[in-house]
């Protein structure tokens, strides 16, 4: 079975800095990969997927995630953060494969940016 | 589109009272998935189910919980009895053949 593990449960940083969450995944084969916030009181939202090509994935809000097969990773990136991005961040990943539809959470990256 | 639909949003109940907490999928998904969340264990997945067949229930703590899919519209998730360790928001989320989960507001359950 896949595992999702996120290296940093809570980061703080100030606006306008750089923004880098780390995520592996242990699984062998092909994944499908997803990252999701989750704003305070509220539910996940999809920020960004990745399935295939491209392995640098934009996503909304100037996020994005770059896809290294090689170090099982796909972590998510944002140049320069606001305010409005404190939230919790999920990567999840799903084994790709014909009939395959489950998806598996990281615990989560809590993101406190500071004004 | 209205989104995952979830009721109710809080749900305070005394231990040992039956819980059941309900779903309605975006129309047209064909995946709808129960997920619980808690400070100590993140996100788990209770069980999923596919053209409304559960598929995995192998993260269903125990016979005490219960999930249904009788049609496509709608879906149940059912604890009794419940415990206070029942405590937890509870997640619906559906998708398509794209795998992009589509998640509700959640359920807030408290059980004392």
């Known amino acids: 079975a896949q595992s999702v593990s996120q290296h940093n449960h809570h980061v703080i940083l100030s606006e306008a800095a750089s923004l880098e969450l780390g995520c592996n995944y242990s699984?062998?084969?092909?994944?499908?990969l997803f990252w999701y916030v989750q704003y305070p009181g509220q539910h996940l939202q999809l920020l960004l997927k990745y399935f295939s090509g491209d392995p640098l994935v934009k996503g909304i809000k100037g996020f994005e995630a770059e896809f290294i097969k090689s170090k099982f990773s796909f972590n998510l990136r944002k140049p320069s953060v606001q305010w409005s991005d404190t939230a919790e961040y999920f990567c999840a990943v799903n084994a790709a494969g014909a009939g395959s539809y489950q998806l598996t959470f990281g615990k989560g990256t809590k993101l406190s940016v500071i004004p | 589109d209205a989104g995952v639909i979830q009721s109710p949003r809080h749900e305070v109940t005394e231990m040992g009272q039956e819980v059941t907490l309900r779903c309605k999928p975006i129309s047209g998904h064909n995946s709808l998935f129960w997920y619980r969340q808690t400070m100590m264990r993140g996100l788990e997945l209770l069980i999923y189910?596919?053209?409304?067949?559960?598929?995995?229930d192998s993260g269903m703590p125990e016979d005490r919980f219960s999930a249904k899919m009788p049609n496509a519209s709608f879906s149940t998730l059912k604890i009794q009895p419940s415990e206070p360790r029942d405590s937890a928001v509870y997640f619906c989320?559906?998708?398509?053949?794209?795998?992009?989960?589509?998640f509700g507001n959640g359920t807030r359950l408290t059980v004392t």
């Open positions: 699984y062998g084969g092909t994944v499908n």
């Open positions: 189910f596919n053209n409304n067949v559960p598929i995995d």
């Open positions: 989320a559906s998708s398509s053949t794209n795998l992009a989960l589509h």
